[in-house]
């Protein structure tokens, strides 16, 4: 939060924080564990004036498998809420428009983790739109992750950004200010 003056939250982990201010995500998967955590984080983000943008709307599906029909659904309007059996399986349509505007005046940009489940081409709607977003911008792009990374070369944008790395959570706890081990032995020689 000391870093970063906004936080885009997307995919899966969007679900458990849509779900920790009350809002009915269906069958989508959350982390029961982390609601009382995304509470304190939307907190602590309020407090120290940091943005942190939720996906205005969800595409969501029945099924869990390929060629399966997907809609959008705004979460965040009063009394929305996902529709009786729907799992949030990517991005809606707005929250890519409201992403894709973020990032384009962004100076730097730590993406970290898909915005949907990329890896069905049915669900890929929102990652892909948002790893092309970020491979037009002008913004220092770090990669960081190997979901991410694999989205990246997926859909051909890897050669486009500044850095990526396989190493997400390492990639998290450097910039947190901790020593790797690994660094922290060359380092020492």
Known sequence: MEKSQTFIIGGAMANTFLAAQGKNVGASKIEEDKLDLANQILADAKARGVKFILPADTRYAYKFEEGAETQCTGLWAEGASMPEGGMGIDIGDKAIEEFCAVIKTAKT??????LGVFELDSFSKGT????????????VSIVGGGDSVTAAKKFKVADKLSFCSTG???SLELLEGKVLPGIGSLSEK
Request: aromatic share 4%; hydrophobic share 45%; charged share 20%.
């Open 168 to 170: 997400g959570g390492a």
């Open 109 to 114: 940009v730590l993406w970290n983790g898909p």
């Open 128 to 139: 892909k739109a948002i790893a092309e977003c970020l491979a037009e911008s002008d913004c």
